[in-house]
């Protein structure tokens, strides 16, 4: 089978056991990726059962040298080997080759966030009301800016003060309540500032009837460059910024992992900030 096929056939199989959208359309870029590169290896496009664990080496290789980071390489050897196990079971190749892949370290680094102090300077500088409040809510909840985007006006509900993350990452459904701060900035948008269009999407502009992740993620940049900081401001790191408040002001780690609807207590534990300061009190302590 040629690997272009197979991979449409995997991709196929994600959805049957619903796989977010979001898993499926990363895997198939990550897919294009490694098929694009085989084509340049040889010109022609292979037989999956005849790709070899040099290919697989060769690409990592690749893409180290083009300065990917480790933890974009990891997750390319966990797609791989999740594409693997199912050519393997399917009998389209003879072994799962990447289980043959050395794992990738990836070094894990202080995360970026900002203090609620520091937000309101940045929002501050964006003058482009509909994203402003696209924003807010992200750090008042902790939304991925995918999942923002995607809100419907049924999935907020400002009576009861609740967002309804529908398919979120994993295909898992959450829900999130809304702090007074957020409630507030929501009324006045739905009455002062939502276009009326023909759209069902919770933020739109009247121009396209919805917003795009990267539109945001443009303004933020601008935004922080008008403060002429350092640091880098993306949306994520507007989720991250949420989830570092939370846990500095002393909120229950599994409660913060069920609002960023995180599956491993693990990963949301990588929030938890310790300054300068605090490390050499604790050491005192000894």
């Known amino acids: 089978m040629k690997y272009y096929e197979a991979v449409e056939g995997f991709l196929k199989h994600l959805e049957s056991i619903d796989r977010s ?21 040889y010109s022609y496009e292979k037989d999956v059962g005849d790709i070899t664990i040099e290919d697989l080496e060769d690409y990592m290789y690749y893409l180290k040298k083009s300065g990917k980071m480790s933890a974009t390489r990891s997750r390319v050897v966990y797609i791989f080997r999740s594409f693997y196990n199912y050519l393997n079971k399917r009998e389209l190749c003879s072994k799962n080759l990447a289980m043959f892949l050395e794992p990738i ?44 985007v995607n809100l419907t006006l049924d999935n907020v509900d400002l009576d009861e003060k609740i967002i309804y993350v529908i398919g979120g990452k994993g295909n898992k459904d959450r829900v999130i309540p809304i702090c007074e ?10 009455d002062n500032i939502r276009p009326l269009v023909d759209s069902n999407k919770f933020f739109c502009t009247k121009k396209t009837g919805k917003l795009s992740p990267q539109y945001i993620n443009v303004i933020l940049h601008k935004a922080k460059d008008s403060l002429k900081w350092q640091k880098n401001v993306s949306a994520h790191i507007l989720r991250h910024s949420f989830a570092s408040n939370l ?27 310790q300054d300068l300061e605090q490390l050499k009190k604790a050491v005192k302590l000894l």
């Open 105 to 148: 370290r990836v070094k894990q680094t202080e995360r970026i966030y900002l203090s609620e102090e520091e937000f309101i300077l940045l929002t501050g500088k964006i003058d482009k009301p509909i994203v402003k409040v696209a924003v807010q809510t992200i750090f008042y909840t902790g939304l991925r800016v995918s999942e923002t």
């Open 181 to 190: 701060k957020l409630y507030n900035i929501l009324i006045d948008y739905i």
């Open 247 to 273: 846990i500095i002001h002393n909120a229950p780690l599994p409660s913060v992992q069920k609002l960023l609807g995180h599956s491993d207590l693990r990963v949301t534990s990588r929030y938890i900030h």
């Open 21 to 41: 959208y979001e898993t499926i359309k990363g895997y198939r870029k990550e897919l294009g990726y490694f098929g694009r590169f085989l084509e340049g290896k």
